[in-house]
């Protein structure tokens, strides 16, 4: 299915917009710091007259033309590829937040060899495990990250789940008992392929994705038959409508929190809908003996 955006929405932002944004964002990082800060003096008896690095000083740390980084700062209309920002960056200590904002703002994908780790910081997993709905966190090529003991009862999380069944793709596809677990599988499958276009498009041609493309492509023709369709959905919630295997039918609304400094991360909550007595069956499952939990769910 694809999304199409809403006739009102506002435009897109133009070029000159961006370089504006991109000049104005890397001063203000540039006037933040000192030299000594960098490893650099502040000149043999030279008087500084504004604060900050100067640009040439950003240049030399970035290892670019002054010339190059000028025209940069003065919104010139020249290209900007992505090593030379993972340089500046680097140059103008940047932290994760601020390095995915200057590859934005340039026009360029994150790529992978400078984006954080698949790593839960604690805050988020303090987060998760303090949420009563279940959640977990889902990576780039949404492997389940971490979870909390809700969504181990409801989607079958356990603590020793190997690597192919931490992947959501293939436990839909590759593990045929998963297919009875969902009211639709049809329509559930086509859905999560769509989504997972969408969130895989920053990082297709990296050689983890095309790995479990390609994999998934070989394995399952169902699988094989969506991807071609090149259907893209990127709206964050949804509904996941399913038969548990202890409590029937239950259905949950979705939705998904993206983490500005994890690139490609995101926190996936879920809450119990009135439809079919969801809510208390839920807390049922929930009041059962620990060792039910991640048995045989429903994820």
């Known amino acids: 299915m694809t ?31 000192r030299p000594e800060q960098v490893g650099l003096t502040a000149g043999l008896g030279s008087r500084r007259r504004t604060p900050g690095l100067r640009r040439e000083e950003v240049a030399l740390l970035a290892e670019t033309s002054t010339t190059w980084y000028t025209w940069l700062e003065q919104r010139r209309d020249i290209r900007v590829s992505a090593p030379l920002l993972d340089r500046l960056a680097r140059a103008l200590r940047l932290d994760a937040g601020e390095r995915l904002h200057l590859f934005v703002l340039a026009g360029q994908p994150l790529p992978l060899s400078t984006a954080p780790s698949e790593q839960v910081s604690a805050a988020t997993e303090r987060f998760v495990q303090g949420l009563t709905q279940p959640a977990y966190v889902l ?28 992947n959501v793709l293939r436990r839909l596809f590759l593990d045929p008992g ?59 919630g949804g509904l996941k409508d399913f038969q548990h295997p202890q409590m029937g039918r239950m259905t949950f609304e979705h939705l998904v929190l993206r983490l500005p400094d994890a690139p490609g991360l995101g926190i996936v909550v879920y809450t119990a809908l009135p439809e079919w007595d969801t809510p208390a069956k839920f807390a049922r499952l929930m009041a059962r003996p620990t060792v039910d939990a991640g048995a045989s769910g429903a994820g």
């Open 3 to 33: 999304v199409l955006q809403p006739s009102d929405a506002a435009p897109p932002a133009s070029p000159l917009d961006r370089r504006r944004e991109l000049a104005e964002f890397l001063r203000s990082r540039r006037l933040r710091l």
């Open 139 to 166: 990576g780039r090529r949404w492997d389940y990250l971490t979870w909390n003991p809700a969504a181990a009862r409801v989607f079958g999380l356990g603590p020793d789940l190997a690597p192919d069944e931490r």
């Open 178 to 236: 998963r297919r009875l677990l969902y009211t639709d599988w049809a329509c559930a499958a086509a859905g999560m392929v769509a989504r997972f276009r969408s969130d895989i498009a920053p990082y297709i041609g990296e050689p983890w994705s095309a790995a479990l493309i390609e994999d998934l492509n070989a394995r399952s023709p169902e699988f094989r038959r969506l991807w071609a369709r090149h259907d893209v959905w990127s709206n964050p």
